[in-house]
């Protein structure tokens, strides 16, 4: 089902630029609407985030699953990853889409039996190096010079499950979690080393710290943006939640705190996703894909609104000058135009 390995270069993995052309093999580029979906708004305090004109755009389609969305200032580009096809495709509105890394979360020649072998979290470090959730070499890695670096495979011996998603902290530390979905049989996989699923920072110094294993299912993570709050969310259809942590001077989590309960919202549409990747924006509010497109909270929790993209939608990520957010959804990307900027902008 996948492109051989041995079509990449064995001497390194690089990332190729190939030319803009549809992200499907043997294929025409799949007729897509322009827009799709709609703004659900709750509250009144949505307006002053998303404009009442906005529309979810469609950019490019013919995905199997795509995640990770991470705008790359220095290429002015959006990269993101199609998981199931082991690589991670760029976008510009200049160049429309092409290749960027493949293989991007597994590099090994055995075949892959599982259906998540590509990365799936991304995010850049300050010294513009792209950090990414390896689910099939079971990793956080970062691509230098055309190669993968091991920053952390192992918790006290044992082999992660498959690194999920990430964020990057101003001091360099990476928080990150490691629920079971890049091995084959996930939980009940016989190379399944850990018998929780954990949320860790990885220190520069490449110190790996469990910081909780209460989550069953802990996946999308973002900080608040005076980094005293780590947020969680847990994409178990029994207990599809977000969860905030306090984080204390020593760098310990505290005591969860429910910020929002989504799982009577995934019984009702049990197809349609579930809590999945996150991020803030510079006033910390909160833009959380879960069923059905994104959720939008206040720092309190308070759900202002959703961006109804009336698909499974995994992830987001903030673009171009901040104020647009990307979105993974299903077999496409798609964005939104807003009147906030995300933070770091």
């Excluded at 009442?52 to 699953?65: M, P, Q, S, T, Y």
């Excluded at 495709?89 to 889409?97: E, I, L, T």
Aim: with cysteine; proline share 7%.
């Amino acid at each position: 089902m996948f492109r051989s390995l041995a079509a990449v270069a064995a001497a390194a993995l690089v990332a190729v630029a190939v030319g803009p052309r549809p992200p499907l093999v043997g294929a025409e580029e799949p007729k897509l609407p322009m827009t799709l979906g709609s703004i659900d708004r709750r509250d009144a305090k949505l307006d002053a985030l998303i404009p009442k004109d906005a529309r979810i755009e469609v950019l490019a389609g013919g995905f199997k699953w795509t995640e990770g969305p991470v705008w790359d200032k220095k290429g002015n580009a959006l990269l993101f990853t199609d998981i199931p096809n082991n690589r991670v495709v760029k976008w510009s509105a200049k160049d429309g889409v092409s290749d960027f890394l493949k293989p991007s979360g597994y590099t090994g020649k055995a075949e892959f039996k599982g259906q998540e072998p590509g990365a799936n979290g991304l995010a850049f470090d300050k010294d513009g190096h792209l950090i990414l959730c390896q689910h099939g070499d079971r990793r956080i890695a970062r691509l230098k010079d055309g190669k993968f670096e091991t920053l952390a495979d192992k918790y006290m011996g044992k082999r992660f499950n498959s690194p999920n998603d990430l964020v990057l902290a101003k001091n360099g530390d990476i928080y990150f979690t490691d629920p079971p979905y890049g091995l084959p049989e996930q939980v009940k996989d016989p190379a399944k080393e850990l018998d929780f699923q954990g949320v860790y920072r990885l220190s520069p110094k490449g110190e790996v710290t469990l910081l909780t294993k209460e989550m069953t299912r802990p996946n999308g993570v973002a900080l608040a943006p005076d980094e005293k709050t780590l947020y969680v969310a847990n994409s178990d259809p029994d207990k599809a939640v977000w969860m905030a942590f306090p984080i204390g001077a020593d760098g310990a989590l505290g005591k969860g705190k429910l910020l929002y309960d989504a799982t009577a919202d995934v019984k009702a549409a049990p197809n349609k996703g579930l809590p999945d990747g996150l991020k803030v924006d510079a006033k910390g509010n909160i833009f959380a894909t879960a069923v059905n497109g994104v959720y939008v909270f206040s720092p309190e929790g308070t759900l202002l609104g959703r961006i109804v993209t009336n698909d499974k939608t995994a992830n987001c990520g903030w673009g171009d000058d901040g104020t647009v957010l990307y979105l993974a959804t299903n077999d496409k990307l798609t964005r939104v135009k807003t009147i906030t900027k995300g933070l770091g902008w």
